[in-house]
């Protein structure tokens, strides 16, 4: 498939906290006359998207559903708790499990992180999302552990975060549709996100290898041609100018050395 025969667009769906702009920029340097959409989509719903076929790729959180999914792991998040920024916690570098063990810790119904138990002391009631548990933090109800990106992604200027090294960790990955064989547009991004060079030869080839049957005609036709240039007498005149023997022509040949016969004076 050469470039003219890639599909005009690339749809990318991508999930809150991940942010795509340098793959991004390096499509458009690559490909500029194939766009790539981006569609966002939250973590619940990134994998149906994907199945679905409303995207031809995503950066998503795993776990996926391998029987309809493929994925390349990327890069795998600290975990941090958010807290207000008078908090005590603030003094320290990073707070451990056992240091939030009297915090109310709110656990959102879009948590992203596998726990098998939460630390600290639950809340009356869950939060419908990670951005409505931002608010009850800020309003000193209770802190919240996330992935490192969605701390960022709700920064406000009366919270902050620290580390917490021993809390699960959310790994990013980039996945699309199963299927036989890989799509053309999928393998660039692929190529893309492990940083492979435009001409690596693990990314699409700017010309695919020409069919075999294509091959074997050309070969076909060069040995043909072979053949008509020595009946048109290429290898009798290639006889004619080998010298016998292996041996060098001389300069003078037979003509030459009769030359010098008449022109020595004879006697009488």
């Known amino acids: 498939m050469t470039g003219s025969d890639l599909p005009s667009s690339f749809r990318l769906a991508y999930v809150p906290g ?3 702009t340098k793959w991004v920029r ?13 569609v966002q989509a939250t973590a619940a719903e990134a994998q149906g998207l994907l199945a679905g076929g409303g995207a031809d790729a995503g950066l998503v959180r795993l776990p996926v559903d391998r029987s309809v999914l493929s994925a390349i792991p990327l890069y795998t998040e600290t975990t941090v708790v958010v807290i207000p920024k008078d908090h005590a916690a603030t003094a320290a570098e990073e707070v451990s499990l056992a240091e939030l063990s ?7 119904l879009d948590d992203l992180l596998d726990w098998e138990a939460l630390p600290g002391r639950p809340a009356v009631e869950r939060p419908a999302t990670t951005a409505d548990a931002i608010e009850l ?13 969605l701390a960022r992604l709700h920064h406000r200027k009366d919270l902050t975060y620290r580390p917490v090294p021993e809390a699960p960790e959310s790994r990013v990955a980039l996945s699309w549709p199963e299927a ?12 893309i996100v492990r940083g492979r060079t435009v001409n690596s030869t693990r990314g699409r080839a ?7 049957k ?27 100018n080998k010298p016998a023997g292996g041996r060098k022509p001389q300069s003078g040949g037979r003509a030459g050395g009769q030359s010098g016969k008449r022109g020595k004076p004879r006697g009488r």
């Open 18 to 20: 991940v942010t795509p």
């Open 180 to 191: 036989e064989i890989t799509p053309d547009l999928v393998e660039e991004f692929i190529g």
């Open 206 to 212: 700017a010309t695919p290898p020409r069919p075999a």
């Open 26 to 38: 390096v499509w458009r340097e690559r490909l500029p006359h194939t766009s790539l959409d981006l």
């Open 137 to 149: 933090v800020a309003a000193g109800v209770g802190v919240l552990l996330v992935p490192q990106s």
């Open 102 to 108: 009297d915090e109310i810790v709110l656990h959102p």
């Open 214 to 240: 294509d091959k074997a005609k050309d070969k076909a036709k060069a040995k043909d041609k072979t053949k008509r240039a020595g009946g048109a007498g290429g290898g009798s005149g290639s006889a004619r």
